[in-house]
C-alpha cells in the first residue's frame, strides 16, 4: 500500500474470524473457490504486519479495507516468489502479477483496471528489485 498501512488485519481477532466468514461467503455467492483466499486471509490474521494490501481504491476492495485479491497477492510474493532465482524468479513475478489482475477480474472488478495494474507491475520490476536489496 503506498499511503500507510492498511489495518484490516490490526482489529480484534473476534471481528476478524467474523470477517473471514463473510469472505467465504462472498466467494460462494461469486462462485470462486474459497481456499486460495482463506489461505492467504489466514496467513494474515496470524501475521497482520506483513499485509500490505494495494493502493487503496474504494472500489476495488472486497470487504471494508481488504481487497481479497491483494491479499492473494501478497502471500504469493511473501511465499512462492523467495523459491526463485535470476530468470525464474522474473518469470514467477511475471505470472504471480498476471495472476493478480485474473484474480481482479474474477472478484468482478472489471478488465482494465485489473490489467492496468499488472502492467504497472510489470514496470515497476527493476525498482521492486531495488527496493528488496535495500530492505535487507
Excluded: C
Excluded at 460462494?28 to 496470524?46: C, N, P, R, T, W
Excluded at 504486519?49 to 481504491?57: E, H, K, Q, R
Excluded at 523467495?82 to 513475478?93: E, S
Excluded at 504471480?96 to 495494474?117: C, V
Amino acid at each position: 500500500m503506498i499511503f500507510g498501512r492498511p489495518k484490516f488485519f490490526n482489529r480484534d481477532i473476534k471481528q476478524i474470524k467474523l470477517d473471514r466468514s463473510k469472505v467465504k461467503q462472498l466467494l460462494k455467492l461469486k462462485g470462486i473457490d474459497s481456499e486460495a483466499y482463506l489461505e492467504a486471509f489466514d496467513y494474515f490474521m496470524d501475521n497482520p504486519l506483513d499485509y500490505d494490501g494495494a493502493s487503496f481504491v474504494k472500489d476495488l476492495v472486497d470487504l471494508l479495507g481488504l481487497d481479497l485479491a491483494a491479499s492473494r497477492h501478497d502471500y504469493d510474493y511473501i511465499f512462492l516468489l523467495p523459491q526463485y532465482k535470476g530468470l525464474k524468479w522474473l518469470i514467477a513475478k511475471l505470472v504471480i502479477d498476471f495472476n493478480y489482475g485474473k484474480n481482479m477480474e474474477r472478484l468482478g472488478k472489471g478488465i482494465f483496471t485489473p490489467y492496468g495494474r499488472v502492467v504497472l507491475l510489470w514496470l515497476s520490476t527493476p525498482f521492486y528489485l531495488l527496493y528488496k536489496l535495500f530492505k535487507k
